[in-house]
């Protein structure tokens, strides 16, 4: 049964930098595309970041510059470093993965969720 565990949100201060790590399980990171997607209140779900079997990243303007996708294939484990973090950024972090090997922000080309973590940005 293939399992992903998120961790490392947390409260911090705009400004502030947080790592996201999600721990995969029950199947073999390095054949799958992996991303990030987030829901705010009152908001729909967005992607993030995402990143594909062969290292190639994507991510969305809004966190351009600030947030880093990257992996752990040894690790089975996918972190999303999120730098000079702004109250915009607070929400449910998820991660996701999907067969299809490339990167992408799109949610309905992911299989596997992870139950999220919080992420709050005070100003």
């Known amino acids: 049964q293939v399992q992903l565990v998120e961790s490392g949100g947390g409260s911090v201060e705009t400004g502030g930098s947080l790592r996201l790590s999600c721990a995969g399980f029950?199947?073999?990171?390095?054949?799958?595309?992996l991303a990030w997607f987030r829901r705010a209140p009152g908001k729909e779900r967005e992607g993030v970041a995402g990143?594909?079997?062969?290292?190639?990243?994507i991510y969305a303007d809004s966190v351009k510059g600030r947030f880093t996708i990257s992996k752990d294939n040894a690790k089975n484990t996918l972190y999303l470093q999120m730098n000079s973090l702004i109250s915009e950024d607070t929400a449910m972090y998820y991660c996701?993965?999907?067969?299809?090997?490339?990167?992408?922000?799109?949610?309905?080309?992911?299989?596997?969720w992870g139950q999220g973590t919080q992420v709050s940005v005070s100003s």
């Open positions: 990143i594909g079997h062969d290292g190639m990243t």
């Open positions: 996701a993965a999907g067969p299809y090997g490339v990167p992408s922000l799109r949610d309905d080309e992911y299989v596997y």
């Open positions: 029950g199947y073999v990171y390095s054949q799958y595309s």
